[in-house]
């Protein structure tokens, strides 16, 4: 059975950093494409980023480009959110995923098959 869990998340300054961390068990992290998603009280789940099965390719969501990165750790099943100069507007539950999908072109529009509980993030205005 595959589990996703998220940590990370917290209470950061308009300007501060956090970095997220998904770790999957019952799952071979290389054989999935894997994403971050956040929502927002109110509103709907949006994509935030995207990579591939070998780690190479990404995608972002123009809001958070150039702030945040994502990156995964292969061998010990990790992924990674590094989210820097956040902004009030981050403010979110943020959940990993993972797709069995190969990645074409578009990590929006995959199937997500796991999910994680999701981290809160805040940042106060």
């Known amino acids: 059975q595959v589990h996703l869990v998220e940590s990370g998340g917290g209470l950061v300054q308009d300007g501060g950093s956090l970095r997220l961390s998904c770790r999957a068990s019952?799952?071979?992290?290389?054989?999935?494409?894997m994403a971050w998603f956040r929502q927002a009280p109110g509103k709907e789940r949006e994509f935030v980023a995207g990579?591939?099965?070998?780690?190479?390719?990404?995608d972002h969501l123009e809001a958070v480009e150039g702030r945040f990165t994502i990156s995964k750790d292969n061998k010990e099943n990790i992924l990674f959110l590094q989210m820097n100069n956040l902004r009030p507007e981050d403010t979110a539950v943020y959940y990993c995923?993972?797709?069995?999908?190969?990645?074409?072109?578009?990590?929006?529009?995959?199937?997500?098959?796991?999910w994680g509980q999701g981290t809160q993030v805040t940042v106060p205005s």
């Open positions: 019952g799952v071979a992290f290389g054989s999935y494409t």
């Open positions: 995923a993972a797709s069995r999908a190969i990645w074409h072109g578009n990590y929006r529009t995959l199937t997500y098959h796991y």
């Open positions: 990579i591939n099965r070998d780690g190479t390719i990404t």
